[in-house]
């Protein structure tokens, strides 16, 4: 309880130096579980950036991370991986976190970064609930910080419309996420926390931010929740996954592969392999086919795709994963894909799959892209 009271405490001292007018800094939302905040840089853009309160704060730091794709925002939320003892707290961490902001946006640092602390009088009051009054006086001092809160909400300055959808957003999350799903979102962060204490880390800062934004979006995704696709990660990795789409057209003769393909050897999926390097999301995720072998619908020798959407020249990190997903399910529709019931084993594999997409990818550099006749689909 008392490091609850002294979270509360910081919390709110957090709020007073950044409110939602300060032209640098501005908490969207705080609370004994995640913090928002919003970041203004020098051309005025807007940076949102998350903070989750796990139960082993704070011998643990918060687990920051940034909707934002600008590398230097990624750079600074990174610095705060590793932090120990004082650092771990919220207070020092904002602290922390904007100085390295400002350093890497070449701005300067804002008063408040240096006046922004928790009085000895507050620290007093937190340890003297600490005594034999424990529960009584937490109790009172909970209440006496609702009725503050209170106060503070009256007098509170509306938020713009980004603001109130970064927050309902981030709100909604987990109540829309499984029990299943929260415990794999929850083992990724530990993990990551895991590999950072130890300095084993593996992969960048703003491709891990990405790829759980990502994930924690599929798994809340209504096509996800239907069963139009899973996602399994391999080997509990961030950066390999394993995408079986489960239904296409109806109307589709692949739809009818399908359903034979669950008759003879239980499977009714379409197995796909996806592999994302540490640039991503400025680079594509390598995506092959693993399972079953195919004829048509744009799929290369070894499984490979043939998608301008897969190549460095047709990507852009706007694309969301699900949305890769969806538009290679309709596209092996409109390739017209059966799948090979009579293909012998290993047809597939990773190495001749990087072979014909890397050869794709040389000729196309050559000659470019061409839209197939209406004809063909």
């Known amino acids: 309880m008392a490091c609850l009271n002294v979270l509360k405490i910081e919390i709110k001292a957090i709020e007073t130096s950044f409110p939602k007018t300060h032209d640098r800094l501005q908490v969207i939302s705080a609370t004994v579980d995640e913090l928002t905040c919003k970041f203004i840089d020098l051309s005025g853009r807007k940076h949102v950036i998350h903070a989750n309160i796990t139960e082993t704060y704070p011998q643990t730091p918060p687990v920051w991370f940034s909707e934002s794709e600008d590398p230097k925002v990624a750079e600074a939320v990174s610095s705060l991986i590793g932090t120990k003892g004082l650092d771990n707290h919220l207070l020092y961490q904002v602290k922390l976190l904007l100085r390295h902001l400002c350093s890497q946006f070449s701005m300067p640092v804002p008063k408040e970064v240096d006046t922004m602390r928790v009085s000895a009088a507050d620290v007093a009051e937190v340890a003297a609930n600490n005594g034999d009054n424990h529960a009584d006086s937490s109790d009172d001092s909970d209440l006496g910080d609702m009725e503050e809160e209170d106060e503070d909400e009256d007098e509170e300055i509306p938020l713009d419309m980004e603001d109130v959808e970064a927050v309902s957003k981030k709100a909604r999350q987990d109540e829309d996420l499984g029990t299943e799903h929260l415990q794999v979102l929850e083992r990724l ?51 390999e996954w394993n995408v079986k789409i489960g239904r296409v057209d109806p109307d589709s003769p692949l739809a009818t592969d399908l359903t034979t393909l669950r008759e003879r050897e239980g499977k009714d999926h379409i ?26 619908g744009y799929v290369l020798d070894g499984g490979a795709l043939c998608m301008e959407l897969m190549t460095p020249q047709g990507w ?17 529709v409109k390739g017209k894909a059966r799948i090979k019931f009579d293909a012998p084993k290993g047809t597939y594999s990773l190495a001749r799959a990087q072979q014909s997409f890397k050869s794709l990818v040389h ?9 197939p006749p209406q004809s063909d689909g």
């Open 189 to 239: 962060k530990a993990n990551q926390r895991r590999d950072y204490m130890k300095g084993t880390v593996s992969g960048s800062v703003q491709a891990t931010d990405r790829l759980m934004k990502e994930l924690r979006d599929i798994y809340r995704s209504p096509n996800f929740k239907s069963g139009a696709y899973q996602v399994e990660l391999v080997n509990d990795s961030l950066y």
């Open 271 to 296: 197995l796909l392999s996806f592999m994302f390097k540490d640039s991503f999301p400025f680079d594509p995720p390598f995506v092959r086919m693993v399972h079953p072998v195919l004829s048509g």
């Open 316 to 332: 852009s990190s706007a694309y969301t994963i699900e949305a890769v997903i969806m538009q290679i399910s309709a596209t092996l």
């Open 363 to 371: 000729i196309h550099e050559k000659n470019g892209w061409f839209t």
